[in-house]
């Protein structure tokens, strides 16, 4: 059974720093962070695949990075300067890299909030 196991999420204060970390239970081609609010689509904030290409969301600030250490199956987000706007639950995601979406199974952890306070 896959897992997929967050921390470093919390309340802080805007213009804080917040690192998220995620450690899989096995290794994966793409490793990533999406986030989602209340009444809205959960969305890509950033994914590195194994050999350190980086994606991130259309929204996401550069205040964000992503970075991987591949021989602990761990994926990591540093956010810098938060704002209340990045104020969601931030989900771990790992995949497979496959020829087609159809064709992908998406790994999810079970969420960390971060809360930013004004």
């Known amino acids: 059974q896959v897992q997929l196991v967050e921390s470093g999420g919390g309340l802080v204060q805007a213009g804080g720093s917040l690192r998220l970390s995620c450690v899989a239970s096995?290794?994966?081609?793409?490793m990533g962070w999406y986030r989602q609010v209340p009444g809205k689509q959960r969305e890509l904030v950033a994914a590195?695949?194994?050999?350190?290409?980086?994606e991130y969301g259309h929204s996401v600030p550069a205040r964000f990075s992503i970075s991987r250490d591949g021989a602990k199956n761990t994926v990591h987000l540093q956010m810098n300067n938060l704002e209340p706007e990045d104020t969601a639950v931030y989900y771990c995601n790992a995949h497979r890299r496959t020829l087609s979406p159809k064709y992908r199974t998406d790994y999810w952890g079970q969420g960390t909030q971060v809360t930013v306070s004004s």
């Open positions: 590195m695949d194994d050999s350190g290409n980086t």
């Open positions: 096995r290794s994966f081609d793409v």
